[in-house]
């Protein structure tokens, strides 16, 4: 910015030299030679020798009038000429030198001036990460830029305490929620308990334990959604290969259960981020591509160190799905198939793992496969130690599941 006043100043001052120099040349030409002057002009020079000796003439060079006046004009042309190089020449030079202090002036009150607006711009770069407890306080004369800083930080002030007051929201619906459908369960699963339970009894009993599972599965999706929706607060290293390992594990009982093969590839990679709901992230990606699949059907998974991401790719066999359909799957709510039909889940799967993605500063992309079914890839930012270092080393725990990572070194 500084640099580009700069230019501003010396072209403005090279304009304005240009037109003192045509406005001197138009009154130099329009100045006319005395003509009564050139002509009343004595003839003869008298020349006093040191000696004392008597004066002596010298003959005029230009005897002739019209040879007199032509060399004042050449004169008048000579000095014309000159007075206009002198001009360009001592004005360029001043003009450099004036330039040279401008912008040395320029550069040191634009750095004051802009002061305020970086100390503001670091502020918000640091709020932008998640920090809402950062303020301003910009201190000096109440000017145009200590009311924008004052209306920032009160801005910060109604945010932060919007999040807190949300965050204390999340907690006491987790616990109001969930007490009634605890209640509901044991009361169902203690009149089923008796032996002489008939028979439409337990059936009755069984739909109500599904309906009320399903609200507690469509209660923790959208807790967790809310809360996966902000900024990591506390990330530590994870080792995501051994996050995948784990659930892919704990996964294929269900899968062969439901005649589904699942195919792993799984590579060292390391994350920076939390490691519930990495967690979470993969084990609703590794659901959905076996709930929705064929019978027979496979599932790959494949975790590894991409082109400088860590890159998480699960892809299944399944129907055929249209690409304009793909964008919606992540909206909350949204199935390909029934809402009513579908029990298996809340429609909050992909949401979830959307906003995980987005926590992570991570990149998902979602493809149909031509044979039917899709792929999904998540590339994550690679760990090192200056990373973990910068972000944070304390594990958390939360909804009391430990959080497997690791303290940077």
């Known amino acids: 910015m500084t640099a580009l006043y700069g230019l501003l100043f010396l072209l403005i001052g090279a304009v304005l030299l240009g037109i003192t120099a045509i406005l001197l040349n138009e ?11 050139v002509y009343s002009a004595p003839a003869t020079q008298a020349i006093a020798p040191d000696d004392g000796t008597a004066v002596r003439g010298t003959p005029d060079p230009f005897p002739d009038a019209a040879e007199r006046l032509q ?4 004169l008048q042309a000579d000095f014309r000429e000159r007075t206009m190089a002198s001009l360009l020449q001592q004005g360029t030079l001043a003009l450099s030198a004036v330039g040279v202090v401008g912008v040395w002036l320029a550069w040191g009150v634009a750095g004051r001036t802009l002061r305020p607006l970086q100390q503001i711009t670091t502020t918000a770069q640091r709020v932008a990460h998640g920090n809402l407890h950062e303020r301003i306080g910009l201190d000096g004369p109440h000017d145009e830029l200590r009311d924008l800083a004052d209306t920032f ?3 910060l002030s109604r945010l932060d305490a919007a999040f807190h007051s949300q965050k204390r929201f999340v907690a006491n619906a987790s616990h109001e929620l969930r007490t009634p459908l605890s209640i509901n369960r044991t009361l169902i699963e203690v009149a089923l308990s008796h032996p002489d339970v008939p028979d439409q009894t337990v059936r009755l009993g069984t739909q109500l334990l599904d309906v009320n599972n399903r609200h ?12 996966s929706e902000h900024e990591i607060a506390d990330p ?3 080792r995501l290969d051994q996050v995948t390992q784990r659930l892919i594990t704990a996964g294929r009982p269900a899968a062969g259960s439901a005649g589904v093969e699942i195919r792993p590839v799984i590579e060292p990679a390391r994350v920076i981020g939390d490691a519930v ?6 084990q609703n990606l590794l659901t959905n591509a076996v709930n929705y699949n064929i019978a027979c059907g496979v599932v790959g998974i494949r975790c590894e160190e991409l082109d400088g991401t860590v890159a998480l790719t699960i892809w299944n066999t399944g129907p055929l799905i249209d690409d304009h359909e793909i964008d919606g799957l992540y909206e909350p709510f949204r199935r390909l198939t029934d809402r009513i039909d579908s029990v298996r889940g809340s429609g909050l799967g992909l949401s979830i793992v959307r906003s995980i993605a987005a926590a992570h500063h991570a990149r998902i992309t979602t493809t149909a496969r031509r044979d039917g079914g899709l792929e999904t890839t998540v590339r994550f930012p690679p760990a090192d130690a200056t990373a973990g270092l910068t972000m944070g080393s304390r594990t958390r725990r939360r909804g009391g599941v430990d959080a497997e990572g690791e303290r940077p070194t």
Not at 216 to 227: H, P, S
């Open 277 to 282: 709901l990495l967690e979470r992230l993969i």
């Open 216 to 227: 507690e599965r469509l209660i923790e999706g959208l807790l967790l959604l809310a809360t």
């Open 71 to 74: 060399f004042a004009e050449k």
């Open 27 to 37: 009154r130099l030409n329009d100045q006319a030679i005395n003509t009564g002057i």
């Open 153 to 155: 930080d009160d801005m």
């Open 236 to 238: 530590t290293i994870v």
